[in-house]
T-cell receptor, first 111, second 112 residues
Framework: DSGVTQTPKHLITATGQRVTLRCSPR?????VYWYQQSLDQGLQFLIQ???????AKGNILERFSAQQFPDLHSELNLSSLELGDSALYFC??????????FGEGSRLTVL | AQRVTQPEKLLSVFKGAPVELKCNYS??????LFWYVQYSRQRLQLLLR??SRESIKGFTADLNKGETSFHLKKPFAQEEDSAMYYC??????????????FGTGTKLQVIP
């Protein structure tokens, strides 16, 4: 158990819908990272937050948004969903420098 | 900007054969480098980091600053080593946080 919790574990929805993925980092970790992993593809970095502020942005679509709340948990919002958004979405957290601790991921299926 | 390259998408080796997963990075300073592993249907987890200079599950990785490489090696592959391996580079930035860049990953398939 890495200490990073992601909910929901699985989510099935329809095209055009909106979903919210939640991540609770390890206690004390200020940084939260979001990654997308599609079938047969590697990790695609989406966005990073540090202590509530956005710090880095990767290949995140405009239909996607995220935020980190004062209690340090983070949410990734995916809207106007398309079939191609079906993927495993990972959250990770870290202290200032060093190892990233990953959650088990949220598997999104868009039908 | 920093970059991590893993040239092989898939590496197949026979059980007992040596394994070398390649990782090259581009960064002019002194980065911190990691190898992460993802076993089937599991979360990513740290395998090893260059500053610890230790061997985990028989794997080692040496940072070669001249060649800007951090290849992962194991002398004798085991079936349980079959997994996805990611090389990652971490930079500590002003403002007190780190930026982590992952390679595209290499799938290691160990053939019985």
């Amino acid at each position: 158990d890495s200490g990073v919790t992601q909910t929901p574990k699985h989510l099935i929805t329809a095209t055009g819908q909106r979903v919210t993925l939640r991540c609770s980092p390890r206690s004390g970790d200020l940084s939260v990272y979001w990654y997308q992993q599609s079938l047969d593809q590697g990790l695609q970095f989406l966005i990073q937050y540090y202590n509530g502020e956005e710090r880095a942005k990767g290949n995140i679509l405009e239909r996607f948004s995220a935020q980190q709340f004062p209690d340090l948990h983070s949410e990734l919002n995916l809207s106007s969903l398309e079939l191609g958004d079906s993927a495993l979405y990972f959250c990770a957290s870290s202290v200032v420098l060093g190892e990233l601790f990953f959650g088990e991921g949220s598997r999104l299926t868009v039908l | 900007a920093q970059r991590v390259t893993q040239p092989e998408k898939l590496l197949s080796v026979f059980k007992g054969a040596p394994v070398e997963l390649k990782c090259n990075y581009s960064y002019s300073g002194s980065p911190e480098l990691f190898w992460y592993v993802q076993y089937s249907r599991q979360r990513l987890q740290l395998l090893l980091r260059h500053i610890s200079r230790e061997s985990i599950k028989g794997f080692t990785a040496d940072l070669n600053k001249g060649e800007t490489s951090f290849h992962l090696k194991k002398p004798f592959a085991q079936e349980e080593d079959s997994a996805m391996y990611y090389c990652a580079l971490s930079l500590f930035l002003s403002g007190g946080y780190q930026k982590v860049t992952f390679g595209t990953g290499t799938k290691l398939q160990v053939i019985p």
